[in-house]
């Protein structure tokens, strides 16, 4: 066992070292109780009082190193042993008399985008150079994207298509992301179905417009649902968008929407952009989709 560099317990290590035991066993004769063996520290009182200004230092610093090391017991009777130096005490007032640490601890920068000055926290000082989002943003506008030009070879098209398709089989995640894919669009009622709404209002129909958003059925939005729960939806169809012009998807056309919706348990009328400039018609068909 090595010998402390405390004078006092060196001196009674010394006194009572003496050899037992076979050559190879352990042991610890500094450690073992002898029959009228007086301890070093007999009388001390306060682990702290023995040692000199330079021993403290080196065990606070293995303290607060190895602090994961002690019970929560241990380091309570630790903290009420060093309270109890009135010393100690009033070193610890002052300390938190002074202003907090982050408070103190910020430099001022300038901003590389905008030039305005703004306080960071000392450890940013290197990796903070804009004042806001804005900033950031504006500072990428004309920097073209690490891969631009790149192909995408056909094995990282082919695993990025089947990991979408799973994705979307999921029907929490696609009508989370339909949400917010309707929420940033900021949807607002095209003039076809400002139109329907006008004759729908007007004959006073049991359908509203929920066309922002507010409904989402299998990750897709129906522009107008029944208000008395008898699950009717109405559609309407612009010619350019729907026509058979366009690339659509299966779930966009309207065998489509007809078929999803059915298989809710909605049943689903669809009104053509074209059909508005009738207006007596598009009522007679509405009401009589209800009374179905």
Request: aromatic share 10%; net charge positive.
């Amino acid at each position: 066992m090595p010998l402390s560099r405390n004078p006092e317990m060196r001196k009674h290590q010394l006194a009572n070292l003496t050899y037992r035991g076979k050559k190879g066993e352990h042991f610890s004769p500094a450690t073992e109780f002898k029959k009228g063996y007086v301890p070093w520290n007999k009388g001390l009182r306060g682990y702290h009082m023995h040692f000199s200004e330079d021993e403290k230092r080196k065990r606070a610093e293995r303290i607060k190193k190895h602090r994961h090391l002690f019970t929560k017991d241990e380091r309570s009777k630790i903290q009420k042993r060093l309270w109890s130096n009135s010393e100690h005490h009033k070193r610890m007032s002052e300390v938190h008399k002074k202003p907090r640490l982050c408070a103190r601890r910020r430099v001022s920068l300038t901003c590389q985008q905008c030039g305005k000055s703004f306080e960071v926290l000392l450890y940013r000082k290197n990796s903070a150079k804009f004042c806001s989002r804005a900033c950031i943003a504006l500072s990428k506008v004309g920097i073209p994207p690490w891969n631009k030009g790149i192909p995408m070879s056909e094995e990282s098209r082919r695993k990025l298509s089947k990991s979408v398709e799973k994705l979307w089989r999921n029907l929490e995640y696609r009508n989370k992301t339909s949400i917010a894919r309707i929420a940033a669009q900021r949807r607002r009622p095209t003039k076809p179905e400002r139109e329907l709404m006008r004759i729908i209002n007007e004959n006073n129909l049991p359908f509203r417009y929920v066309g922002d958003g507010s409904l989402i059925l299998y990750g897709l939005n129906p522009d107008f649902v029944d208000c008395d729960g008898s699950k009717r939806i109405i559609e309407v169809f612009g010619d350019y968008w729907h026509s058979g012009k366009r690339d659509l998807r299966w779930q966009e056309t309207e065998q489509g929407k007809k078929a999803v919706y059915g298989q809710l348990g909605f049943k689903a009328l669809v009104i053509w952009e074209h059909e508005l400039k009738e207006p007596d018609k598009v009522l007679e068909k509405i009401k009589e989709f209800d009374r179905s």
